[in-house]
């Protein structure tokens, strides 16, 4: 089994910034990819950016610029830098790793952007 657990939310004010932590542990074989993922209220879970083994970073159009994906394999960890955030960044952030054929989510981990 494989945990994944995001920490590094909170509240900040526009134009602030915030750096995402996602700890995984357990039976960590081959990850494929991992990636952030968010769901604000009302919507559809959405990705932000992902990060697939042996390729560069990919990001949805609203973050490109301001956010940053990476992986610290020795601590199997994965990072999301946070800049210029927006009201509209306002949403619950999931961690989401692939690893051989198995899908894993993290429990979240909360965003509030203030204007």
């Known amino acids: 089994q494989v945990q994944l657990v995001e920490s590094g939310g909170g509240s900040v004010q526009t134009g602030g910034s915030l750096r995402l932590s996602c700890a995984a542990s357990?039976?960590?074989?081959?990850?494929?990819?991992m990636g952030w993922y968010r769901q604000a209220p009302g919507a559809q879970r959405e990705p932000v950016a992902i990060?697939?083994?042996?390729?560069?970073?990919k990001y949805a159009e609203s973050v490109k610029g301001r956010f940053t994906i990476s992986r610290d394999n020795a601590k199997n960890t994965l990072y999301l830098q946070m800049t210029s955030l927006k009201p509209e960044d306002t949403a619950v952030y999931y961690c989401?790793?692939?690893?051989?054929?198995?899908?894993?989510w993290g429990q979240g981990t909360q965003v509030i952007v203030s204007s």
């Open positions: 989401h790793a692939v690893i051989s054929t198995n899908g894993y």
């Open positions: 357990g039976s960590i074989g081959n990850i494929i990819i």
């Open positions: 990060i697939p083994t042996g390729d560069g970073a």
